[in-house]
């Protein structure tokens, strides 16, 4: 049987021994890399790094509440604003990989720099047991050299520590409750985030318009599912389309943008089936989107599609 503490107690004195100097750590905030920060922390203490990025595409409260939970944990963050670095960047691109592309670029370089600022020789990684299978890479050392990880550039010359390696998901969990980490377990959340459920150009202010609209989203179904209205959707959230169409304002008509809200049932995201939501739900959501963000939306609608044949998200 799996021991959280055992584990974690040599875990500790493996990484103590062999990591000799500086190491940084890209924390999303998610169960792996944070408790793979923890850990870390706990072996080597302020000579690790914690590096949160902002930028610019996370959800409602979601640095907040990111930056509090790494407080409250004690480890060494830093929480980079990089926002206006990503916008400038994401200016004029309306093309999805392209957008994709960008992001993950953009991330390399905020995080190079903050590595590089703190003289990092390693490189630590939440990486667990089905990343590496999936991957078909054999090999189960915690600690060793590394060429290009996850796209980082080669002269980065890190050494790469993933002390979570031969972990499943069960087991991290057992961890992460043994040292007190709480997590939020939120639904998935794809990469590049709230700027591919924007379609088309990503600017500051349709970004604000998407994140409102996904609070709104998750905040009426996840309350029905609580009181047993519906079950709880494996995703769900909203895109902001890049059309507008004439609707009333006042006594006036008035061009205002479109909603669609998506939500699935799934088991790894491969296939979904749309979820079956109550009328009276889905009201109560446009309702309050389009009272709540009047200025900018006039209409919600409500996409009823499986995965095949659309994807989950729109981008
Ligand atoms: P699609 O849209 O391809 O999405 O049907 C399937 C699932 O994958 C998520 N997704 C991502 N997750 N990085 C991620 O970690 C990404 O770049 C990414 N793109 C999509 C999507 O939210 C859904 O759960």
């Known amino acids: ?19 000799k100097g500086k190491a940084v750590i890209a924390c999303s ?18 000579r690790l790094l914690v590096v949160y990025v902002n930028n610019g595409f996370m959800r409602k409260g979601e640095d907040e509440a990111v930056g509090k939970m790494l407080t409250e944990l004690g480890v060494n963050f830093r929480l980079i604003d990089a926002t206006d670095e990503f916008f400038a960047a994401m200016k004029g691109v309306s093309e999805p990989e392209m957008k994709r592309k960008i992001i993950g670029e953009r991330f390399i370089r ?7 600022e703190y003289h990092a020789e390693y490189l ?3 990486t667990i047991a089905p990343d590496w ?3 078909g890479d054999g090999v189960r050392d915690t600690i060793k050299s590394h060429h290009n990880v996850g796209g980082l550039p080669k002269d980065m010359n890190l050494k790469l520590v993933e002390p979570l390696r031969d972990l499943y998901k069960d087991e991290v969990r057992a961890v992460a409750r043994y040292l007190d980490v709480k997590v939020a377990e939120r639904q998935p959340f794809p990469g590049p985030a709230l700027a591919i459920r924007v379609i088309g150009e990503a600017t500051p202010a349709s970004v604000e318009i998407v994140r409102e609209a996904c609070a ?4 009426e179904i996840e309350k029905a599912a609580a009181a047993g209205r519906m079950e709880l959707p494996w995703q ?15 006594d006036n008509r008035a061009y205002g943008k479109t909603i669609a809200v998506r939500a699935v049932q799934s088991i790894d995201g491969m296939s979904a089936a749309y979820s079956k939501i109550p009328h009276d739900v889905l009201e109560k959501i446009s309702v309050r989107v389009t009272n709540e963000m009047k200025r900018d939306v006039n209409r919600v609608v409500y996409d009823i599609t499986n995965k095949p044949p659309a994807t989950v998200e729109w981008e």
């Open 124 to 126: 630590v990684q939440g």
């Open 110 to 116: 905020v995080f190079e720099r903050a590595a590089k």
């Open 1 to 19: 049987m799996f021991r959280p503490e055992k584990f974690v107690e040599e875990k500790i004195e493996e990484l103590r021994a062999g990591i």
């Open 29 to 46: 905030g998610g169960v792996d890399s944070t408790v793979a920060a923890v850990i870390v922390s706990k072996a080597i203490g302020d």
């Open 133 to 135: 299978i999936e991957s």
């Open 236 to 250: 769900y959230f909203a895109v902001l389309l890049p059309c507008q169409s004439v609707g009333v304002q006042g």
């Open 216 to 219: 709104i989203v998750e905040e």
